[in-house]
Protein backbone atom coordinates (compact mmCIF):
# COMPACT_ATOMS: atom_id res chain seq x y z
CA UNK A 1 0.00 0.00 0.00
CA UNK A 2 1.68 3.50 -1.34
CA UNK A 3 1.73 6.30 1.55
CA UNK A 4 -0.52 8.21 -0.44
CA UNK A 5 -3.51 5.11 -0.14
CA UNK A 6 -2.61 5.16 3.61
CA UNK A 7 -2.61 8.52 4.81
CA UNK A 8 -6.46 8.72 2.01
CA UNK A 9 -7.46 5.41 4.11
CA UNK A 10 -7.26 7.16 7.48
CA UNK A 11 -8.59 10.14 6.31
CA UNK A 12 -11.65 8.19 5.07
CA UNK A 13 -11.57 5.93 8.36
CA UNK A 14 -11.29 8.60 10.35
CA UNK A 15 -14.96 10.67 9.39
CA UNK A 16 -16.86 7.84 9.11
CA UNK A 17 -15.94 6.61 12.63
CA UNK A 18 -16.83 10.23 13.98
CA UNK A 19 -20.30 9.70 12.03
CA UNK A 20 -20.96 6.47 12.57
CA UNK A 21 -19.39 5.15 16.13
CA UNK A 22 -17.15 3.23 13.51
CA UNK A 23 -14.86 3.34 11.00
CA UNK A 24 -14.86 -0.07 8.08
CA UNK A 25 -12.42 -2.39 9.22
CA UNK A 26 -10.58 -2.71 5.60
CA UNK A 27 -10.44 -0.32 2.87
CA UNK A 28 -8.55 -0.52 -0.23
CA UNK A 29 -8.62 2.76 -2.17
CA UNK A 30 -7.17 3.00 -5.82
CA UNK A 31 -6.49 6.18 -8.00
CA UNK A 32 -7.76 6.64 -11.46
CA UNK A 33 -7.20 9.71 -13.49
CA UNK A 34 -9.26 12.04 -11.21
CA UNK A 35 -11.42 9.63 -8.94
CA UNK A 36 -10.55 7.99 -5.92
CA UNK A 37 -12.54 4.74 -5.58
CA UNK A 38 -12.49 3.36 -2.04
CA UNK A 39 -14.34 -0.35 -1.19
CA UNK A 40 -14.59 -1.04 2.43
CA UNK A 41 -15.59 -4.13 4.25
CA UNK A 42 -17.09 -3.94 8.42
CA UNK A 43 -18.61 -0.71 8.03
CA UNK A 44 -21.73 -1.42 10.18
CA UNK A 45 -21.91 -1.22 14.11
CA UNK A 46 -23.82 -3.82 16.37
CA UNK A 47 -26.89 -1.48 16.80
CA UNK A 48 -26.83 -1.18 12.82
CA UNK A 49 -26.96 -4.68 11.95
CA UNK A 50 -29.68 -5.45 14.77
CA UNK A 51 -31.71 -2.69 12.77
CA UNK A 52 -31.19 -4.17 9.78
CA UNK A 53 -33.16 -6.94 10.53
CA UNK A 54 -36.25 -5.19 11.39
CA UNK A 55 -38.84 -4.82 8.82
CA UNK A 56 -37.63 -1.78 7.27
CA UNK A 57 -34.77 -1.22 8.95
CA UNK A 58 -32.41 -2.26 5.84
CA UNK A 59 -33.12 0.85 4.05
CA UNK A 60 -33.09 3.02 6.46
CA UNK A 61 -29.53 2.24 7.11
CA UNK A 62 -28.60 2.07 3.84
CA UNK A 63 -29.89 5.68 3.50
CA UNK A 64 -28.17 6.57 6.38
CA UNK A 65 -25.19 5.56 5.19
CA UNK A 66 -25.37 6.53 2.01
CA UNK A 67 -27.08 9.71 2.18
CA UNK A 68 -25.48 11.33 5.51
CA UNK A 69 -22.13 10.50 4.28
CA UNK A 70 -22.54 12.41 1.04
CA UNK A 71 -24.13 15.32 2.87
CA UNK A 72 -21.31 15.46 5.16
CA UNK A 73 -18.76 15.82 2.59
CA UNK A 74 -21.04 18.32 0.76
CA UNK A 75 -20.73 20.31 3.90
CA UNK A 76 -16.75 20.22 4.50
CA UNK A 77 -14.46 18.50 2.86
CA UNK A 78 -12.63 16.36 5.42
CA UNK A 79 -9.17 18.02 6.66
CA UNK A 80 -6.26 16.77 4.60
CA UNK A 81 -8.32 15.08 1.85
CA UNK A 82 -7.30 17.21 -0.96
CA UNK A 83 -4.01 17.90 0.34
CA UNK A 84 -3.12 14.43 -0.09
CA UNK A 85 -4.24 14.02 -3.57
CA UNK A 86 -3.11 17.33 -4.70
CA UNK A 87 -6.35 18.26 -6.24
CA UNK A 88 -10.21 20.17 -5.16
CA UNK A 89 -12.94 17.53 -4.08
CA UNK A 90 -15.40 17.93 -6.16
CA UNK A 91 -18.37 15.43 -5.08
CA UNK A 92 -18.77 12.03 -3.69
CA UNK A 93 -20.88 8.77 -4.93
CA UNK A 94 -21.59 6.15 -1.96
CA UNK A 95 -23.50 2.95 -2.06
CA UNK A 96 -23.70 0.12 0.89
CA UNK A 97 -24.78 -3.55 0.56
CA UNK A 98 -26.32 -3.77 3.98
CA UNK A 99 -26.21 -7.75 3.61
CA UNK A 100 -22.77 -7.76 2.91
CA UNK A 101 -21.58 -4.95 4.90
CA UNK A 102 -19.33 -3.76 1.50
CA UNK A 103 -19.17 -0.12 0.76
CA UNK A 104 -17.97 1.78 -2.08
CA UNK A 105 -17.51 5.16 -2.35
CA UNK A 106 -15.79 7.25 -5.35
CA UNK A 107 -14.31 10.47 -4.20
CA UNK A 108 -14.49 12.59 -7.56
CA UNK A 109 -11.50 15.27 -7.52
CA UNK A 110 -10.64 18.19 -10.40
CA UNK A 111 -7.65 17.32 -11.58
CA UNK A 112 -5.77 14.00 -12.06
CA UNK A 113 -4.97 12.74 -8.48
CA UNK A 114 -3.07 9.17 -10.34
CA UNK A 115 0.52 8.70 -9.64
Known sequence: MSRKEHAFN???????KEMFGKG???IRTVFIENMAISTMHGNLTATEKF???SPGG????????TKMIQE???KKVPDGL???????????FSDIDI??????SVFYFEDNIEG
Open 10 to 16: DVVRKIR
Open 58 to 65: EDLIHKAR
Open 82 to 92: EEIVGSKFIRL
Open 51 to 53: IAQ
Open 72 to 74: EYK
Open 24 to 26: PER
Open 99 to 104: KDDVAV
